[in-house]
């Protein structure tokens, strides 16, 4: 009879744990829904029981609204992104960007080495070219996936518990594609690289990655429930360690 009493009650909080699926954009709290429907036409939005706000009141806001704040690093848009809505679309945008970014190694290394070397008849071939193209994608998708292998690492000392029927891996994968989108700023190289000088490449290169790893730092504080200092120290260290591994297992060449 105790046995099943336990069972019972262990059924009966986990119920309510999987219950709490959402999360107040304001205070992180989780909520069990976003909104209540009390009729056919009448539906009101829920607030929340910790900060006494409207739990998520961008489920009523226009996409345009949201991507303006989710690129000014709105910590209530990404926690709305993340935890209110499908992620399904973020592994369209990550393919997007992973395509991007291939094409912006590949398009760098190819300037290098017709800048550094003759061009023989081998690197006129397409062929040759478009293996150029698929080693640099190869390497972006290897570096991507140790970065966040890196940050997971790290994270597993520093994260709190925020949400026990959430997924902290799953949850830091959505966030990273979610920062990723501050790679779409890759865009303008690769559009004007004729008209663009090497000092304004460069700088705009920095501009980029600074912008990415700050929308790392956020995302890991919303989801670690950390401060923005020791998710900062988390990112930058990732960062570090990743790219000391890749510049000993640089393998783009194209020539």
């Known amino acids: 009879m105790e046995l099943l009493k336990s069972k019972i009650k262990t059924l009966s909080t986990k119920t309510k744990a999987e219950e709490l699926t959402y999360c107040c954009v304001n205070c992180g709290y989780p909520v069990k829904e976003l909104y209540h429907v009390y009729s056919p036409t009448v539906q009101k939005l829920t607030d929340c029981k910790n900060c006494r706000h409207l739990a998520d009141p961008f489920i009523e806001y226009d996409n345009l609204?949201?991507?303006?704040?989710?690129?000014?690093?709105?910590?209530?848009?990404?926690?709305?992104?993340?935890?209110?809505?499908?992620?399904?679309?973020?592994?369209?945008?990550?393919?997007?960007?992973?395509?991007?970014?291939?094409?912006?190694?590949?398009?760098?290394?190819?300037?290098?080495?017709?800048?550094?070397?003759?061009?023989?008849?081998?690197?006129?071939?397409?062929?040759?070219?478009?293996?150029?193209?698929?080693?640099?994608?190869?390497?972006?998708?290897?570096?991507?996936?140790?970065?966040?292998?890196?940050?997971?690492?790290?994270?597993?000392?520093?994260?709190?518990?925020?949400?026990?029927?959430?997924?902290?891996?799953?949850?830091?994968?959505?966030?990273?594609?979610?920062?990723?989108?501050?790679?779409?700023?890759?865009?303008?190289?690769?559009?004007?690289?004729?008209?663009?000088?090497?000092?304004?490449?460069?700088?705009?290169?920095f501009l980029v990655v600074c912008y990415f790893l700050i929308s790392l730092m956020y995302v890991h504080s919303n989801v670690c429930g950390t401060s923005k200092k020791i998710s900062a120290a988390v990112i930058l260290l990732a960062f570090i360690i990743n790219k000391y591994i890749w510049f000993h297992l640089n393998f783009t060449g194209i020539a």
Not at 130 to 141: A, D, N
């Open 65 to 205: 609204y949201i991507i303006i704040n989710l690129i000014l690093l709105s910590t209530n848009v990404q926690r709305h992104i993340l935890y209110n809505s499908s992620c399904k679309s973020l592994y369209k945008i990550l393919m997007i960007i992973t395509i991007v970014e291939s094409y912006f190694l590949w398009n760098e290394l190819s300037q290098t080495k017709k800048n550094h070397y003759a061009i023989n008849d081998s690197m006129k071939d397409p062929l040759f070219m478009e293996k150029g193209f698929y080693l640099s994608t190869l390497q972006i998708v290897l570096s991507n996936l140790s970065l966040f292998i890196i940050i997971r690492v790290i994270s597993m000392w520093t994260a709190g518990i925020l949400y026990a029927n959430r997924s902290l891996t799953l949850d830091l994968f959505h966030g990273y594609m979610l920062a990723s989108v501050a790679k779409f700023f890759f865009l303008p190289i690769i559009i004007w690289n004729e008209n663009i000088s090497e000092v304004n490449r460069v700088v705009h290169l």
